[in-house]
């Protein structure tokens, strides 16, 4: 069962790094046939969370790496627990969305002015070219 196990996770990798929803949906249509008999929980959830998994592979290839994990969310969960950690009680509901506005102000600050997590640069051209193709399209149709 865990040689089965680690051959479907080598498989959904394999999905998720596809470099285009096209080769993502051939590979998972394998996945479905090689593995629906022998692991059918598995294959169905992969069938189900497919939909959302590939929503990153629409957008520029240079985003899907960062997007395509959770180490963001994470590490902003660890940085509240951190600070959870150091006040221990809080007196009530205000207090604590007052801390998390705060400590997710912090947070965004630093990205704003230090850091570049994502080259939106690289998605605002992006956006450009797939309305101009939007565009092409419409013009086509009304043809």
Known sequence: MQKLMS?????VRTILTAPDEETARTLLNRVLQEYGEKAPKAVKVLEEGFEDAKAVLALPESLHRKLRTTNSVE???EEIRRRERV???FPNREFTLRLLGALL????EGWSSHRKYLDMDAYASWCK???EKLR???ETWAS
């Open 136 to 138: 092409q399209k419409a």
């Open 87 to 89: 006040i221990r009680i």
């Open 75 to 77: 590490r902003l969960n």
């Open 7 to 11: 051959e479907i996770q080598q498989q």
């Open 129 to 131: 070219e797939q309305q």
């Open 105 to 108: 102000m912090g947070i965004d």
